[in-house]
DNA sequence: CGAGATTACTTTACGTCGTAAGGAGTCGCA
DNA sequence: TGCGACTCCTTACGACGTAAAGTAATCTCG
């Protein structure tokens, strides 16, 4: 399931988005629950059961139905974005620029990375409409503000900043799957490629010839540490060297602004 | 609904991904369809309906019931397999390096970049357990033998191979969800974003000064193609120049193994 | 204090999905 | 001729998000 946000009622669902949580009284019996708890209860079990999550487990979780969370939240799509403008409020409002942007981004991007390993469902809330939370707001800002200061001027930064977001989504969506892929398939990323390749080699037995170029890419391989499974070693490696290159291509443009 | 691939029997799998069509004398009434034709099927239904089409709808093509197809194909994860290696079929075996690497692998993104276009549910297939097939491996020798040609190491060469993909997926899966979202809706770029902004600045009226590098970064636009809806001209734009940039830092690396 | 409005939450139900199970009809081969 | 393999169908199950309607609790107002 992919979710686009704000789908619903504009007002409503910023409303939800921005509030500050204002007790009126009201009549009817006390409420039980809150947004808050919701929100906090549907973050707990999709770390567990990932975007496939259901209204009914959240419920569950907080001893009611599905339907009693309707009271307090318009729908799925609506407590999604919820659950994404709480997660956001993890990472910090702002970076030190004393050693410069680089360090500054390369913190950012890990720091990112780790949000989402805590959480991979956000990867799968889409970006396109994004989240007008206060906290998605605020990690954009936090990355924007670290690259302002390359002063590189604004139609640059956009396609850095994009290229950024992309490259750690991407590195972290490719963990999250795996993980995802050997819990639920209760096959470790090591029996899963080894029994493919066997059955591959089987049935294609030139494969090392029609794909050479495959072969040089796959050299030179050591593991980053040793106990992590195969495919996110392979992720993490990615994660550095590729976020490396990265950042040389922003010097680069970086230094051709400086002496023009 | 995110796909992992080859979940099932990996043999049934990779000969279906593998097979030349055999047409053997069997018993029984004949085929009225065949793999091929239920993936072809598959991919135009998925075009219009993305990654949630059904199989019932697949099945309704092809003038048959969803469950006429399981005579053919194990289940829903490996037909999307194959619909994901016959679209990789779609792009270029291999890219003249005459001018270089640079312009090879500029012109494979913008090859894969069309195909997200074309095809917009293969950003939805995982990609840490690849799909692996015989259109799989081509895409990924065709764009290793490019890099090849930079004289890197592996290592540093996966890291740029990955970082390429994430990007250029990334990039992809902003402009289907954009349109994803309009087409769901039927709330235009332009319309979404006026209504919200309009309601966020009510409730939020010291936004600007609270994001105040979220501001640079808005500047110095303009549009790269009017015809384009509002989101969709951004990504285009951002393709362009984050790409410009991570190039940019490969030329950097290659650089600096060419004169150590 | 009692009536009516409003709220929190439940039960039931609908239409969607992937696919398991079993049956009907068709064909090749003994 | 009949057996077994095969294609395709109908039916059914348990999941999902959520609409609709009902029950009970708590407020405000007279």
């Known amino acids: 399931m992919v979710v686009y946000a704000g789908q619903g009622d504009p007002r409503r669902s910023i409303e939800l988005l921005w509030r500050g949580s204002a007790a009126e009284k009201r009549p009817g019996p006390k409420p039980g ?19 496939a999550f259901s209204m009914r487990a959240v419920g569950e979780r907080l001893g009611r139905t599905a339907m009693a969370l309707y009271t307090y939240v318009p729908g799925k799509n609506e407590l999604v974005d919820l659950m994404y403008d709480r997660t956001m409020a993890e990472l ?41 939370g206060p906290h998605e707001f605020g990690v954009t ?15 640059q930064l956009r396609g850095i900043a994009g290229a950024l977001n992309y490259f750690v989504r991407g590195a972290a969506q490719t963990v999250a799957e795996a993980r995802a892929a050997s819990g639920a398939t209760g096959e470790a990323d090591e029996e899963w490629w080894y029994a493919r390749s066997a059955v591959l ?12 170029a495959l072969h040089v890419l796959e050299s030179d391989r050591e593991p980053v540490d040793p106990e ?19 950042l040389d291509g922003v010097e680069a443009s970086a230094a051709a602004v400086a002496k023009p």
Chains 1, 2 share one sequence.
């Open 141 to 155: 800002e936090s990355l924007a503000a670290i690259l302002v200061s390359t002063g590189l001027p604004g139609r």
């Open 201 to 212: 080699l089987e049935i294609e037995p030139d494969l090392a010839e029609k794909y050479p």
């Open 33 to 51: 629950l809150s947004v808050d708890a919701i929100v906090e209860a549907g973050i707990a079990v999709a770390d567990e059961q990932g975007m």
């Open 228 to 246: 992590l499974p195969y495919l996110e070693n392979d992720a993490v490696e990615n994660f550095r060297n590729g976020l490396r290159v990265l």
């Open 92 to 132: 910090p409002a702002s970076y030190p620029l004393d050693d410069g942007w680089r360090p500054a981004v390369t913190r950012w991007a890990h720091d990112m990375w780790e949000c989402y390993g805590r959480h991979p469902w956000v990867l799968q809330v889409s970006q396109a409409r994004p989240v007008l």
